[in-house]
């Protein structure tokens, strides 16, 4: 069998377990959540080895080079040797802004409670 020259980027990223289904792949891609050398991905768009691939998901990059192409999904173990992880580390928990959190069932806040968590995010 001949060795694949191209793939499509949602297969691909589907693939490597990137994303559970292929349609979240190709969801992803017209969201314009994955970048492949730094211009947005459509979902049809052929992934060539050395290729650079960023998916954004849960607010972090993660920054992928492409070392082997494949079009179906594999075991986790092969699918790790498809790619070359160069996401930057997560920032420490101190950097990441706390969110307020109401308890459930407390209803909308009042005039006062709301300017209370302007002040506390610095509007």
């Not at 050395?50 to 080079?65: H, W």
């Not at 498809?82 to 009042?110: K, L, N, Q, S």
Request: charged share 35%.
């Amino acid at each position: 069998m001949e060795p694949l020259v191209t793939a499509r980027v949602d297969s691909w990223t589907w693939g490597v377990r990137l994303f559970k289904t292929r349609s979240m792949a190709t969801a992803a891609c017209r969201a314009g959540h994955v970048r492949v050398n730094g211009d947005k991905a459509k979902a049809a768009q052929s992934l060539r080895i050395g290729d650079e691939v960023r998916v954004r998901s849960d607010g972090f990059d993660r920054v992928l080079i492409v070392s082997r192409l494949i079009v179906k999904r594999v075991g986790a173990i092969v699918a790790a040797e498809c790619f070359v992880d160069h996401t930057p580390p997560p920032p420490a928990r101190e950097e990441v802004a706390m969110v307020p959190v109401r308890d459930r069932g407390a209803g909308r806040p009042t005039k006062r409670e709301r300017r209370d968590i302007e002040e506390l995010r610095g509007y």
